[in-house]
């Protein structure tokens, strides 16, 4: 499952122990980002499948907590 897969990204960045500009410049994969550019066209032309939808949910969680932390190790 791709979100797994993002999942994994985030955790292994955050078990490297980098610093607070590490954290304000991290991004996804090229393969997260076309994902998630892929289901939220699906949405916007109204042909998302549920499960779909469900991991869209998934990775805008993610996205939350990434900027949560960005917001932090900006304020350090």
Known sequence: M?????YE???DFIAEGR???AVSEFQP???TKGRVAFLVAREKAGEI????ARELESYLELEH???????RAYQR
């Open 29 to 31: 994969s090229d393969q």
């Open 2 to 6: 791709a979100v797994a897969k993002a």
């Open 65 to 71: 907590l990434v900027r949560l932390a960005k917001a």
């Open 19 to 21: 610093g607070p500009q």
């Open 49 to 52: 499948t549920g499960e779909e």
């Open 9 to 11: 990204e985030i955790l």
